[in-house]
Nanobody, 115 residues
Framework: QVQVVESGGGLVQPGGSLRLSCVTS????????MGWYRQAPGKQREVVAV???????TYADSVRGRFTVSRDNTKNTMYLKMNSLKPEDTAVYYC?????????WGQGTQVTVSS
C-alpha cells in the first residue's frame, strides 16, 4: 500500500510560479512511474507530467517548457515546478504513483491562476 500526499497549491497571478510537492509513504526509488494529473471543472482528468524511476520525463504539450517534474529520492518526494502560469492551468492537481502493479492517487491540491 502506498500513500501519496500533495501540497503546495494556491492562488497565483498569471505569469506567476508555484511548486507542488508529493510525498510518498514508501521508498520513492521503488516506484516505477509517478506523475501529475489535473482536472479542471467540467473537464476530464488529464496527464500533466510523468517521471520514471530512471528520471525519464514526459510532458503534456500544453505545459512543456513551463513545467518541470522531478524527484528527490532522499526526501521521498516528487515535485512539479510550474512557471509562467496561465488561467487555463487552473485545476485540482493530483499525484499519481504506479507501484507493484497498482495505481495510487492523492487527494489533490487546488491551483488557481487568476488576477
Amino acid at each position: 500500500q502506498v500513500q501519496v500526499v500533495e501540497s503546495g497549491g494556491g492562488l497565483v497571478q498569471p505569469g506567476g510560479s508555484l511548486r507542488l510537492s508529493c510525498v510518498t509513504s514508501v521508498n520513492i526509488s521503488s516506484i516505477n512511474i509517478m506523475g501529475w494529473y489535473r482536472q479542471a471543472p467540467g473537464k476530464q482528468r488529464e496527464v500533466v507530467a510523468v517521471i520514471t524511476s530512471r528520471d525519464h520525463t514526459t510532458y503534456a504539450d500544453s505545459v512543456r517548457g513551463r513545467f518541470t517534474v522531478s524527484r528527490d529520492n532522499t526526501k521521498n518526494t516528487m515535485y512539479l515546478k510550474m512557471n509562467s502560469l496561465k488561467p487555463e492551468d487552473t485545476a485540482v492537481y493530483y499525484c499519481h504513483a504506479l507501484w507493484s502493479l497498482k495505481y495510487y492517487w492523492g487527494q489533490g491540491t487546488q491551483v488557481t491562476v487568476s488576477s
